[in-house]
């Protein structure tokens, strides 16, 4: 598919090369060597709608990368994007870059100059565009989950093993915020004695939605915006808004997302793995069960309780009932972290009216600072700064794809574990059911062509 802005000519490209000589636009990094460790990231947005325009697009921007390239599927969004980023750049007294426009991210990623892509899609596309942006030799930013089934996870995980030369920063921002590393550091250092349990709270989605077929809108690519799953009729509920960027009905079909327990669970399960010491492997026994939607478009999870046994004898327990946060009780009392006041994007779903405390606990004093920790854990500032330092060092992120894959893992896990409707046991190193095939069965589903991962 050809792009539908402009082309970056060899002349443009030289001029482009030239202003980056005294101002913010440089040549990518592979193409200055060792002088790369000073350049400016040069980035294409892959996912033009709520997600990039609130979080990924600024954040890299605020960060210090230049964005030269967006892509959307629906070209209408796709020339926002656009749009988006020439004004953020006026308002921010930033020079404009020239940014090309893209309805197929493949085109994109063989833009010259293209250094890095942030992926914010849908969740059923972030493994495809992960493993070819890997393949094109392009850092990546990757909004969580780990794709919409457990089989996507491991091909990210392969492709970022097979490509060690491309920085992987997955999605999970909140290790990047004080109360949360915070949290971690007093737990990880003994502060409430061994952890017996952790409760982890979430937000819960509504049913409804409009089924009833619409014709498909002359500037979305439908198709491919369905990718690998089964085709579905359109209707906008389904998709995205056609005007605006309000929270969009794909995050309510189970064909793309599996609901709140990967929506918000991969955040708040991310911090529990954080919190344990358990980043690399996985539950070792899944208990769930849930209400799930008899009628309506939207066919996500409604309430819902799951226990995730491990291996260190920690079960983590997640519900809908909890206060939305993660609670580590241990042997000596409970500490508390939680977003707070704080959320991602303007539509993100409330958990109740009760204020919540970023940092709590049941003794004042287990908050108090460490003297002499015993386990320091790597302090990041800001997700998009640290995937920038981790490109420019040639180092890890502080969330390498693997540790991305086994918070999404964990939820896809529990996910299953509400379809099946009984106690499951997993196998962590070899990332398998025990014994289970019709478990082992939803690991991965079939995929249409020609979008398979």
């Known amino acids: 598919m050809r792009s539908?802005?402009?082309?970056?000519?060899?002349?443009?490209f030289l001029k482009v090369g030239a202003a980056a000589a005294v101002g913010p636009l440089m040549l990518p990094a592979r193409a200055r060597g060792a002088e790369a460790a000073m350049d400016?990231?040069?980035?294409g947005a892959i996912g033009c709608g709520r997600i990039a325009r609130e979080a990924d697009i600024p954040g890299a921007l605020k960060a210090g990368a230049v964005c030269v390239a967006v892509c959307d599927v629906d070209s209408k969004r796709a020339e926002l994007g656009k749009a988006f980023v020439e004004e953020?750049?006026?308002?921010?007294?930033?020079?404009?870059?020239?940014?090309r426009v893209y309805t197929d991210y493949r085109e994109m990623l063989r833009q010259p100059g293209l250094d890095a892509v942030t992926i914010s899609t849908p969740d059923h596309w972030h493994a495809k565009p992960t493993v070819d942006a890997l393949a094109a030799g392009k850092h990546v930013y990757v909004q969580k989950p780990a794709g919409r089934i457990y089989h996507e996870g491991v091909a990210m995980v392969q492709a970022a093993a097979a490509h060690p030369e491309c920085v992987v920063q997955f999605g999970t921002q909140q290790r990047s915020d004080r109360q949360f590393h915070e949290a971690?550091?007093?737990?990880?250092?003994?502060r409430i004695g061994r952890i017996r349990e952790i409760?982890?709270?979430?937000p819960v989605d509504p049913a409804g939605g409009n089924p009833e077929p619409m014709p498909v809108p002359p500037n979305l690519n439908y198709d491919m915006w369905m990718g690998w799953t089964e085709e579905r009729p359109y209707t906008e509920d389904r998709v995205h808004p056609q005007n605006g960027f309000s929270r969009p009905g794909w995050l309510r079909c189970e064909e793309y997302c599996c609901g709140m327990i990967t929506g918000w669970g991969v955040h708040h399960v991310d911090i529990a793995h954080w919190g344990m010491d358990t980043e690399r492997t996985g539950p070792v026994e899944i208990w769930a069960e849930a209400e799930f939607p008899r009628s309506g478009l939207w066919t996500v999870h409604g309430p819902y309780r799951c226990e995730l046994k491990y291996a260190n004898g920690v079960t983590v327990r997640i519900s809908n009932k909890y206060p939305n946060g993660i609670r580590f009780i241990g042997e000596e009392g409970w500490i508390f972290v939680s977003r707070g006041s704080q959320k991602a994007t303007a539509s993100d779903p409330t958990t109740g009216t009760?204020?919540?405390?970023?940092?709590?606990?049941?003794?004042?004093?287990?908050?108090?600072?460490?003297?002499?920790?015993?386990v320091v854990l790597e302090r990041s500032s800001n997700h998009y700064v640290n995937w920038l330092e981790a490109i420019r060092r040639r180092r890890a992120p502080i969330c390498p794809m693997e540790i991305g894959h086994r918070s999404t893992a964990a939820c896809?896990?529990?996910?299953?574990?509400?379809?099946?409707?009984?106690?499951l046991r997993f196998d962590p190193a070899a990332e398998r059911f025990v014994n289970d095939d019709e478990a082992n069965g939803m690991l991965r589903l079939p995929m249409r062509r020609p979008y398979e991962v």
Do not use: T
């Not at 400016?40 to 980035?43: E, G, P, T, V």
């Not at 896809?412 to 106690?423: D, G, P």
């Open 4 to 12: 539908v802005g402009s082309k970056l000519g060899r002349r443009q």
């Open 40 to 43: 400016r990231i040069q980035f």
């Open 88 to 99: 953020w750049c006026r308002k921010n007294q930033r020079p404009v870059p020239e940014i």
């Open 184 to 190: 971690v550091m007093l737990v990880r250092n003994g």
């Open 199 to 202: 409760e982890v709270g979430l």
């Open 354 to 374: 009760r204020p919540l405390k970023a940092l709590d606990a049941s003794n004042p004093k287990l908050l108090e600072p460490i003297g002499s920790p015993k």
């Open 412 to 423: 896809n896990l529990a996910h299953i574990a509400m379809k099946l409707k009984r106690r």
